[in-house]
């Protein structure tokens, strides 16, 4: 066993360390049982209580909740039934909306940090200003915007001098849905893109600066390398963000035209809670979690460093 030496006045003492040995096996356990717990009780039982709801035609208000097996999942994949019609005309709105304002999601704010990395006064003002939106809460955010694009009083209109209905019309819709949520969102992942870039060690772009290397070879060669962890972060969580967007088409367009802009989790919402099929919602959401996975092993596995492979 090692020892450790104290002085005690005049007197060197030896002190046995403290020994790894004298930790029980149980120790890490313990400390993991918090978290653990609330891990089981918040997510492994709805999960495991969810996919066994999946699996009865389960009607809330009715006591009788009969086992159909994977009956809901094979009426949302039957083009002929009504839930399947209605699940993918809610998927293709909610790809929509994704593949529209994701690349905005991740272009604008990169380039909003890029500009607020900079030195200049008042940039803590200007970070605040681009921030503040994200703070509210989506009630807010939708009745805003349904007064600012509302065809006849609308602001929009009136100040640009349009007679656009961009709360019923496609595409208008899409552009109203996206612009809202860029404008509410677009400050956090400028946060996170800024804080990735305040990680860059600032001696790599000194000594491309040295070897001569311009603005675009230092970014292209510097900068995106060092944000690939966050890039990695920022689109996996914005693409799922996007996919479970809910308020804004609620608030804004309440799903018009014709249920053109109903999204996925929109229709789960509406099917579970206003029509008490929970069996379907359910199976909904199984369906739309699988696609979201697919998507994220699919961002993983494209911003993968091929180095190290």
Do not use: C
Request: hydrophobic letters at 55%; proline letters at 6%; glycine letters at 8%.
């Amino acid at each position: 066993m090692s020892l450790l030496t104290r002085t005690e006045g005049p007197v060197r003492r030896a002190v046995p360390a403290p020994s790894v040995s004298r930790m029980r096996w149980w120790t890490p356990y313990a400390f993991l049982a918090p978290y653990l717990a609330l891990f089981a009780v918040f997510m492994v039982v709805p999960i495991g209580f969810g996919f066994w709801t999946s699996l009865h035609e389960w009607d809330i208000n009715l006591p009788a909740k009969p086992f159909v097996g994977l009956g809901n999942y094979a009426d949302l994949f039957d083009p002929g039934s009504v839930d399947g019609s209605r699940f993918w005309t809610a998927m293709r709105a909610t790809g929509i909306f994704t593949v529209a304002s994701v690349p905005i999601l991740i272009v604008l704010p990169l380039a909003v940090a890029l500009l607020m990395n900079g030195r200049f006064r008042g940039r803590n003002v200007y970070r605040a200003v681009y921030f503040a939106p994200y703070v509210l809460g989506v009630a807010v955010v939708g009745f805003v915007w349904r007064y600012l694009l509302d065809g006849n009083i609308g602001l929009v209109n009136y100040y640009l001098g349009l007679d656009v209905q961009w709360t019923t019309d496609v595409p208008p819709v899409w552009i109203a849905l996206v612009g809202g949520t860029v404008w509410w969102t677009l400050g956090l992942n400028a946060v996170i893109f800024l804080a990735g870039l305040q990680d860059i060690p600032r001696e790599l772009h000194e000594a491309a600066k040295v070897d001569g290397a311009s603005a675009w070879h230092r970014f292209t060669a510097v900068t995106l390398p060092g944000l690939r962890p966050v890039t990695v972060f920022v689109v996996n969580a914005t693409i799922l963000a996007s996919a479970n967007m809910f308020g804004q088409s609620y608030l804004i367009t309440a799903g018009a035209p014709a249920d053109q802009t109903k999204t996925a989790i929109y229709l789960i919402a509406e099917t579970g809670l206003r029509q008490f099929d929970m069996g379907t919602a359910s199976a909904m959401s199984f369906v739309l979690a699988a696609f979201l996975m697919l998507a994220s092993a699919l961002v993983f596995g494209a911003f993968r460093d091929r180095r190290t492979s």
